[in-house]
């Protein structure tokens, strides 16, 4: 469930990150198109890292052995 | 140019194609040229080729007014260094000064120039005669003491001689037998003593005096004086240590060999009498003149300060205004002349958008220098390949040129700067992550990017320099490197459970086995990032190398696929069909079937928790296919599904390399049927239209270059796909580095001197640790995962789409760099 609700978080702050963009610099289609492409690409490799990070803790094989001194 | 390519795939972007550009035709009338060429360098929008490639400079129409132009900008550098030499500052240029005539600045240089030149000479002259007086001087003092003294040491033997003298009253005769005798010797015959005085540089001094005993048979005696301070030689300028000399000798030959002597050394010789009274008045002759001197030299100085300092208030608009007219008479050079018509022919490229403001120029420069006709512009049709022209703006430009350094794009192709903007911030973060060290570059370029007007302006030094021009780059490296630190869960090596408490706790309330069999999972997944809980565990590396290796290889497998999808873009704007049915699509079975699948099943693994080994199914899927998986399984029917892809991979290879080379070959059939012979070149009498160069070689199709050419490509890409892949792992490499130099630190130092309690070893501590964070961490491992990230865009991204052999459009312009000199 938490995988789901933080890749739905990420989608809504990838809108609305391009909605910020596209109405503070609004400079023609071609512009626009550049930098909605930047924004959604800087969404998907966040969101990417992200859920590697988490999936790999989901099922773990190796669980943390502590160290003598702590 | 430009009818066989569309766009009508999807929408235009910015960025991601070069403009369209058209060769254009320029008609000038004579009279109209200079203003015309010197309006379109204003615009700076047009690349003039150069029509008389083939003559020397010598040839050229314009030949002289270049030369007058490198006049000028000597006398200009002249001026330069003479400001710089008496610590003149030029005023700075403010903007829109009027617009000056160009002989008028002639004339004013080459009058200033001769003033300056005369003024210069008649210092050095003073200069000189008030360096000889001062050693005149010197001599005269020191050689003035040494005969004072020497005469007061004979009178005090003769007072001596005369009191024994007195005493034994009738042997004078006896006593001074000698003196008796010299009376009677003949007067005529009587050797006259003659010296010379003089200066005589120290380290010359020994041997001076050696080779004078030797040249005259020890027949002279010398005595010498040290002078305590250097003294500044009249004939180099500088300052010297000298010696003061007299020397006695006998006889004319004896003297014409010291003379000889004295001027192989460079020993000066000064005149001195042995009168006391004339003495005192040479001295103060001397210093009277020597006053004189220096206030004639001050006045001199002073004058010439003045002028400098007149040259400094137009230093500025001269020097650009020389540089202006020089580079429009070089473009005016590359205009071919038509001497029939009386105009001047220019060609150039231009993108498609200038049209109408290279027309309006050109309408204001007929206007403005009152010609009779006005321009003509035209375009051209060629098969040439147009120059690439990307416009940026402060913040893509650092990119665009890291990309443009590996190869400028070839005209119209995909450019791979619009995702690298994104990419290589990310990746460079995924290589750095740690949010204590992203604040602090964060706060390094803020303070660049906030004082980018006062910085632009100033003359920066050359590491200072690119760091400047990267600071948006920089930027974006360190918000990413803040958002991959707080993934990673380091600051400065140290975790913190930000959003969640540990995911771990230990099995039974005691905590026995927490340092053998370990804790266990009782909560949910720590939600954001690395659990906290891992640092500094025993099983912390085993952990994060599976975890960061397959990031690694998820986030190369992504890319590499993103480049190939490129690829595929480029087939469709360019309207190769063959590139996307045989190169495409195999590429991208190839790539997925082997790669993709090793990714999916990473995923798989991590989904369900299973225990298969990835490397044995990888191994084992290429070596013994068919065998059973056993424990390896981690979905049903894998089996089959990995035969399948097998299959299609080796399928996709011989699909790469076969096809493409007969299929080009029959378009070229199609295209040349029944063509034996070549189309006649047009001959236009007065124009010249087709340009020199051209399109030799399109119609040559050699099969087995081509053949060649797909075969290297394809066991290119085969190999590659492995390769890259496994390139991918410095990602998990250099983060690794990274955190383990970052704990070190840390713990080896900062905490190291905690533990002693005594403030001096902690402040000590603080310092070596915020020297090698800095230097290690902050600036060495920064370059290197810079380094590394470009690597990964260079080599495994583009290397999929990219082909990079365009040149970049350089038009002609007047923002000259600071340092340009021509």
Redesign the interface.
């Known amino acids: 469930m938490g995988f789901l609700i933080t890749t739905l978080i990420f989608l809504v702050v990838g809108i609305i990150a391009s909605l910020c963009v596209r109405i503070c610099c609004n400079r023609g289609p071609s512009t626009n198109l550049l930098h909605l492409t930047l924004v959604i690409t800087a969404t998907i490799c966040c969101w990417m890292m992200w859920a590697i990070v988490y999936i790999a803790q989901v099922n773990p094989l190796i669980v943390p052995i502590l160290s003598e001194t702590e | 140019m430009g009818e066989s390519r569309g766009g009508g795939c999807c929408?235009?972007?910015?960025?991601?194609r070069s403009e369209t550009m058209q060769l254009v035709q320029l008609i000038v009338p004579m009279e109209s040229a200079h203003l015309t060429v010197s309006y379109l360098g204003d615009l700076g929008l047009v690349q003039f080729k150069d029509l008389n490639s083939e003559k020397s400079p010598f040839q050229r129409t314009y030949a002289a007014q270049i030369k007058r132009c490198g006049e000028m900008a000597r006398k200009i550098r002249f001026f330069k260094d003479q400001m710089s030499k008496a610590g003149v500052i030029p005023k700075e240029l403010l903007e829109k000064e009027s617009d000056i005539d160009l002989d008028d600045v002639e004339v004013k240089l080459g009058e200033l120039e001769a003033e300056l030149v005369e003024i210069n000479a008649n210092n050095d002259k003073l200069q000189r005669s008030y360096n000889e007086l001062m050693e005149y001087k010197l001599v005269l003092q020191k050689a003035g003491e040494f005969f004072s003294s020497a005469h007061r040491s004979a009178t005090a033997q003769q007072r001596e001689i005369e009191s024994e003298d007195s005493q034994q009253a009738g042997d004078d005769l006896l006593e001074s037998p000698l003196l008796q005798e010299e009376k009677s010797i003949d007067s005529s015959k009587q050797v006259k003593l003659g010296f010379l005085t003089g200066l005589v540089p120290r380290e010359k001094s020994m041997v001076f005096e050696r080779i004078l005993f030797r040249a005259t048979r020890g027949n002279i005696f010398i005595r010498q004086t040290v002078i305590e301070e250097p003294v500044i030689d009249p004939s180099s300028g500088e300052k010297a240590e000298k010696n003061v000399f007299v020397v006695f000798y006998s006889g004319e030959r004896a003297k014409s060999k010291i003379l000889k002597i004295c001027e192989a050394f460079g020993a000066n010789r000064y005149p001195f009498s042995e009168d006391l009274g004339k003495q005192a008045q040479m001295i103060t002759e001397v210093s009277g003149r020597l006053s004189e001197l220096k206030t004639t030299i001050d006045a001199g100085l002073g004058h010439r300060d003045i002028l400098l300092q007149t040259i400094g208030d137009k230093f500025e608009l001269w020097n650009l205004k020389v540089r202006k007219e020089k580079a429009i008479y070089h473009t005016l050079n590359m205009l071919s002349l038509d001497v029939t018509k009386k105009c001047l022919v220019a060609e150039g490229w231009s993108p498609v958008f200038a049209s109408n403001e290279i027309q309006d120029a050109l309408q204001r420069a007929a206007f403005d220098s009152n010609s009779q006709v006005g321009s003509i512009f035209q375009v051209l049709r060629t098969k040439e390949s147009p120059p690439t022209y990307f416009r940026t703006n402060k913040f893509t430009s650092a990119i665009q040129e890291i990309v443009d350094a590996y190869g400028v794009a070839k005209y119209q192709e995909a450019n791979p700067g619009?995702?690298t903007?994104?990419?290589f911030p990310?990746l460079f973060a995924?290589m750095f992550g740690d949010w204590g060290h992203g604040i602090c570059i964060l706060l390094a370029t803020m303070y660049l990017i906030l004082r980018e007007k006062k910085l632009s302006s100033q003359k920066l030094g050359d590491i200072m320099e690119m760091a400047f021009g990267g600071r948006y780059v920089i930027l974006m490296m360190s918000l990413f490197s803040i958002?991959?630190g707080l993934?990673y869960n380091e600051f400065f090596s140290i975790p913190y459970p930000l959003f969640a408490p540990s995911?771990?706790d230990c099995r039974d309330a005691s905590c026995s086995e927490?340092?053998?069999?370990?804790?266990?999972?009782v909560r949910?997944?720590?939600?954001?990032?690395?659990?906290p809980?891992?640092h500094?565990?025993?099983?912390?590396l085993?952990?994060l190398n599976?975890?960061k290796m397959?990031?690694s290889i998820?986030?190369g497998v992504?890319q590499m696929n993103l480049g190939i999808i490129m690829s595929y873009f480029n087939a469709r704007f360019f309207k190769s069909s063959v590139n996307i049915w045989f190169q495409f699509i195999p590429q991208m079975i190839f790539l997925n079937s082997l790669f993709g699948y090793l990714s999916v099943l990473i995923?798989i693994k991590?989904?369900?928790?299973s225990?298969a080994d990835l490397y044995h199914v990888m191994i084992y899927m290429f070596l013994s296919p068919t065998d059973e998986l056993g424990e390896n399984q981690l979905f049903p029917h894998q089996k089959t599904v990995q035969l399948v892809l097998l299959f299609l991979a080796l399928v996709s290879v011989p699909c790469m390399l076969l096809p493409k080379p007969f299929i080009l070959k029959k378009q070229h059939e199609a295209r040349h049927q029944g063509q034996s012979y070549a189309p006649l070149d047009e001959t236009d009498e007065s124009l010249h239209v087709e340009t020199t160069g051209g399109s030799h070689g399109h119609e040559e199709f050699e099969f087995s270059e081509i053949f060649v050419h797909q075969l290297i490509h394809t066991i290119e890409f085969v190999l590659g796909a492995v390769s890259n892949t496994a390139s991918y792992l410095r990602l998990w490499a250099l983060s690794l580095a990274h955190s383990e130099l970052s704990s070190v630190f840390y713990e080896k130092v900062l905490l190291l001197a905690w533990g002693y309690n005594n403030v001096l070893i902690l402040i000590l501590g603080i310092m070596v640790f915020i020297f090698a964070t800095v230097g290690v961490l902050l600036v060495m491992e920064t370059l290197s995962a810079f380094l590394h990230a470009l690597r990964l865009h260079w080599v495994e991204f583009q290397n999929k789409f990219y082909e990079g052999d365009g040149y970049k459009f350089a038009p002609f312009t007047f923002i000259f760099t600071a340092n340009e000199d021509e």
């Open positions: 929408p235009p972007m910015d960025l991601m619009v995702f903007i994104v990419t990310f995924v958002y991959t993934i995911a771990y927490a340092t053998t069999i370990g804790l266990i999972k949910d997944t720590y939600p954001f990032g690395l659990d809980v891992w500094g565990t025993r099983s912390e085993p952990f599976s975890l397959k990031m998820l986030l992504s995923i991590w989904c369900t928790g225990q």
